[in-house]
């Protein structure tokens, strides 16, 4: 059930109703028992509270739900949902640390796949280093480059 409503909450998202997703997620996060969805659910509210400029939430649902990832055995889908909590944890707390954890994962657990989300984490990186005028700015959107020009088309997804 929880991961109906965390995709009932996309929809809502994808529509650009994101009360609606924000009310499906706070209402059902409570009645979630399995602590692996739970943490899907504390996630995507992070997500969405990010996306509101409503910080101080989505640190908090940040923090819940990477407290629930790091305490649990994650493979698949849920070493992704943690990868992309660490990369949230990234943009809002503008510390490289969460990324580069998040890329020696992915890199490791799935070495020939998620280049896209590999290429995200880079970018979140780079748009720190580029509001802070650091040089090595380049180098991060040059290994963005590189990640997908030595990929063959069907690999690109």
């Known amino acids: 059930r929880a991961a109906l409503n965390n995709n009932l909450a996309n929809a809502y998202l994808y ?13 059902n996060i409570e009645k979630t028992t399995n602590t692996k969805f739970k943490a899907l659910l504390y996630n995507s509210l992070a997500s969405i509270y990010y996306e509101k400029k409503e910080y101080s939430n989505s640190i908090k649902y940040n923090k819940l739900a990477r407290a629930f990832f790091e305490n649990d055995s994650l493979r698949g889908d849920t070493l ?5 909590a660490l990369g949230l944890h990234t943009q809002l707390q503008q510390d490289l640390s969460s990324t580069q954890k998040a890329l020696r994962i992915i890199n490791i657990n799935f070495p020939n796949t998620q280049h896209r989300l590999k290429a995200k984490l880079i970018a979140i990186e780079a748009n ?21 020009a030595t990929q063959k088309e069907e690999q690109l997804l």
């Not at 529509?15 to 209402?27: D, F, V």
């Not at 992704?80 to 992309?84: D, P, R, S, V």
């Not at 720190?128 to 997908?148: C, E, G, S, T």
Request: hydrophobic share 45%.
């Open 128 to 148: 720190i280093l580029q509001v802070a005028n650091d040089p090595n700015v380049i180098d991060h959107y040059n290994r963005i480059i590189k990640l997908f």
């Open 80 to 84: 992704l949902w943690y990868i992309g």
């Open 15 to 27: 529509n650009n109703q994101i009360e609606k997703a924000t009310l499906i997620l706070e209402e």
